[in-house]
């Protein structure tokens, strides 16, 4: 199965900007959309931004106007810019395909992003 790994979070200061990079063990471009979601402490996890082999792509509404997602088949590579972040975009985030896994399918490690003063 393509395993993700996940990197560049870290700890920001709110207004700050983080970019987030899933590179991929094989190919996306056989999944039908790729996405990035996050789980905060003690919540679910949640679809942050969704990006199709073509179409329209999807944010969740909180992120709008502050995250882009972008994928680059060729180099089987995922990247979440987010700028303006704010206290509640404090979460570990993952990229998978999307539709996700069914449960007990496979995750990444995600990466931590912390937003704090």
């Known amino acids: 199965q393509v395993q993700f790994v996940e990197s560049g979070g870290g700890l920001v200061q709110p207004g700050g900007s983080l970019r987030l990079s899933c590179a991929a063990s094989g190919s996306i471009g056989s999944f039908a959309a790729m996405a990035w979601y996050r789980q905060a402490p003690g919540k679910q996890r949640e679809l942050v931004a969704r990006?199709?082999?073509?179409?329209?792509?999807n944010y969740l509404d909180s992120v709008k106007g502050r995250f882009t997602i972008r994928r680059d088949d060729a180099k089987n590579t995922v990247t979440l810019q987010m700028n303006s972040l704010k206290a509640e975009d404090t979460a570990v985030y993952y990229c998978n395909k999307h539709p996700p896994p069914a449960a007990g399918g496979y995750w990444g490690q995600g990466t931590q992003v912390i937003v704090s003063s």
């Open positions: 990006i199709p082999n073509g179409g329209f792509i």
